[in-house]
């Protein structure tokens, strides 16, 4: 069974609209991440958070905003689409935030933006 | 701020000989640094990690540390078709941050 689960695993959305990135994690870490992918760039960290609470930010721009609802689900939302948004977010967990723990990554969703 | 570049950008080897990849990274005083592989469409498997200057080994793979050469490689015994992926290496710096290379694209021949 999956450990990390992210949905959906494809999405299209249109310049301007907003989408929500669902990421849960069944490993009972009390970690987790979103990174970014996109066409011909490294893959790019953008949030930590640990116990649901925000430990770094990398990403520019405040149209990213994760969310966590719970300690094992960490969302992430994006307003006002645009075309380089299109990329692949991968979330991922770890036992702990600071300690070296290893991350381990989901399936990623793959978003496309029109 | 940590940069890590791979090398080579795509390697092809055929069935049961050794494969080879390459890191470097600008900050040496990270002390944390790990090799993943990406098959298509999926997410990143875990295959070594390794945190001492020295070799760390998991199965098939090989992890080679040297932080003075600002270097580590990744070493891939008898590969298989199986294995054909993109490779990524990647170093944790300060919190809990990963920075990845760009990545090496193994093809494996059978």
Known sequence: DPKIIQKPKYLVAVTGSEKILICEQYLGHNAMYWYRQSAKKPLEFMFSYSYQKLMDNQTASSRFQPQSSKKNHLDLQITALKPDDSATYFCASSQDWGSGAEQFFGPGTRLTVL | ?110
């Open chain 2, 1 to 110: 701020q940590q940069k890590v570049q791979q090398s080579p950008e795509s390697l092809t080897v055929s069935e049961g000989a050794m494969a080879s990849l390459n890191c470097t990274f600008s900050d040496g005083t990270s002390n944390n640094f790990r090799w993943y592989r990406q098959h298509s469409a999926k997410g990143l498997e875990v295959l070594v990690s390794i945190f001492s200057d020295g070799e760390k080994e998991e199965g098939r793979f090989t992890a080679h540390l040297n932080r003075a050469n600002l270097h580590v490689s990744l070493h891939i015994r008898e590969p298989q078709p199986s294995d054909s992926a993109v490779y990524l290496c990647a170093v944790r710096n300060a919190g809990a941050k990963l920075t990845f290379g760009g990545g090496t694209r193994l093809t494996v021949r059978p």
